[in-house]
C-alpha cells in the first residue's frame, strides 16, 4: 500500500488567520483524494473531496496538484472551533477500494 | 442526517479472548470497510466488504480477523484471539457504492486487551 505524507505540526495559528497544509502521496495512479477532520480520540469526520479543478466550501479550498503529487487545504479566517487534526486520505483505485491516510496535521487555533 | 453507528463505545478483553465489534452502516450504503487506529498513530484501513465477501483486505487482516454481515443492517468484525497489540480504535465505514467515493466513519469501538 502506498505511502500518504503529511506535516504532523503543530501549527499555531492565531483566530483569523489563513492556514493552508499540504499532503503528498506516492502513488501517481491514485484516484480520488479526500480530507478529514479528526477530533481527539472521535472518527474522522468528511470535511471534503478535492476535485482536480480544485474546490471551495465556505473558508475552506482545497487542491490537488496531479504533476507533483499534493493536496492542499486552505482555511481562512480560522475559527477556535478549527483546532484539530486533519487528515489526508487517497484512494489509489486499481483494485483497492481501503483509504490510505496520512498521520494528519495537528491544527491549533489560538485566541 | 443518517450515521454510521458502532457498538460498544469500549470494549474490554483479557488476551486470547474473541471479541466482536458491530457496526450498522448508513442504510442505503452498499460498500462496507475496518480500520483501525492505534493511539498516536495513524488510521489504517482492514478489510471491505461488498455484496456479501470480502473485496480487499490489508496484511493486518489475518486469520485471527473475519467480517459478516449477519443480517441486512449490521457489519461486524471478530477477532478470535485478541493479543496485547490489538489494542486501538476500530472504526467502521460505509459509502454508497454510486458517486463520489466518499466514505462515512462511525463513532468506534475503543478495544483494550489487557
Known amino acids: 500500500r502506498k505511502e500518504v505524507e503529511q506535516d504532523p505540526g503543530p501549527f499555531n495559528v492565531p483566530e483569523g488567520a489563513t492556514v493552508a497544509f499540504n499532503c503528498t502521496y506516492s502513488?501517481?495512479?491514485?484516484?480520488?483524494f479526500f480530507w478529514y477532520r479528526q477530533d481527539c480520540r472521535k472518527e474522522p469526520k468528511l470535511l471534503m473531496s478535492?476535485?482536480?479543478s480544485g474546490n471551495e466550501d465556505g473558508r475552506f479550498t482545497a487542491q490537488l496538484n496531479r504533476a507533483s503529487q499534493y493536496i492542499s487545504l486552505l482555511i481562512r479566517d480560522s475559527k477556535l472551533s478549527d483546532s484539530a487534526t486533519y487528515l489526508c486520505?487517497?484512494?489509489?483505485?486499481?483494485?483497492?477500494?481501503?483509504?490510505?491516510f496520512g498521520k494528519g496535521t495537528h491544527l491549533i487555533i489560538q485566541p | 442526517e443518517p450515521e454510521v453507528t458502532q457498538t460498544p463505545s469500549h470494549q474490554v478483553t483479557q488476551m486470547g479472548q474473541e471479541v466482536i465489534l458491530r457496526c450498522v452502516p448508513i442504510s442505503n450504503h452498499l460498500y462496507f470497510y475496518w480500520y483501525r487506529q492505534i493511539l498516536g498513530q495513524k488510521v489504517e484501513f482492514l478489510v471491505s466488504f461488498y455484496n456479501n465477501e470480502i473485496s480487499e483486505k490489508s496484511e493486518i487482516f489475518d486469520d485471527q480477523f473475519s467480517v459478516e454481515r449477519p443480517d441486512g443492517s449490521n457489519f461486524t468484525l471478530k477477532i478470535r484471539s485478541t493479543k496485547l497489540e490489538d489494542s486501538a480504535m476500530y472504526f467502521c465505514?460505509?459509502?454508497?457504492?454510486?458517486?463520489?467515493?466518499?466514505?462515512?466513519f462511525g463513532p468506534g469501538t475503543r478495544l483494550t486487551v489487557t
Open positions: 465505514a460505509s459509502r454508497a457504492g454510486t458517486g463520489p467515493y466518499e466514505q462515512y
Open positions: 486520505a487517497v484512494h489509489s483505485g486499481g483494485g483497492a477500494d481501503g483509504l490510505t
Open positions: 478535492v476535485y482536480s
Open positions: 502513488n501517481s495512479a491514485s484516484q480520488s
